[in-house]
């Protein structure tokens, strides 16, 4: 099973929707699904199908919360050493190609926020990145070819 990094943060919020939604969301949806039968025929109900395809989404949402807080791995990017790159530190990055920085999560899509792009801890890039510090250049694969780009600023 693959690791999934994240926060204390992360963590709580992934585990109260998951609470959330076995307990609250699974009544509400077995209500909707309970008056929709009541209509009638379910083969041309409407609201029948909608509600048992929200519940198709919700059980599978259920699922993929219950995977990634089973295999997540507690991080705390405050305790990396300062400039070095670890999961749930924000990075800046400048592609040799071009001189405009970039600001990226790097860590799980889980983790996102601010409307920060997220870099995957086990992506070509998030690979090289890893335990590098500001002022290195990486080179990584990319479909387009290999790619560089120096680590402009490390956040924690």
Do not use: F, W
């Not at 039968?37 to 909608?50: F, K, M």
């Not at 800046?92 to 405009?100: C, G, K």
């Amino acid at each position: 099973m693959t690791e999934t990094h994240l926060s204390k943060e992360a963590i709580e919020r992934l585990s109260a929707e998951l609470e959330d939604l076995t307990t609250r969301g699974r009544v509400e949806i077995a209500r909707a699904i309970e008056a929709a039968r009541a209509l009638g025929d379910l083969s041309e109900n409407g609201d029948y199908h909608a509600a048992k395809d929200a519940q198709g989404k919700m059980e599978s949402r259920i699922r993929h919360l219950r995977a990634i807080l089973e295999s997540a791995v507690l991080i705390d990017a405050q305790r990396g050493p300062d400039g070095k790159v670890v999961a749930g530190c924000v990075v800046s990055l400048r592609y040799d190609t071009d001189n405009e920085v970039q600001r990226y999560l790097v860590g799980s899509i889980e983790e996102r926020r601010e409307d920060i792009p997220v870099i995957s801890v086990s992506s070509p890039l998030g690979q090289v990145l890893i335990d590098r510090t500001t002022g290195e250049k990486v080179s990584y694969e990319a479909p387009s070819g290999t790619l560089t780009v120096e680590i402009v600023a490390v956040e924690r």
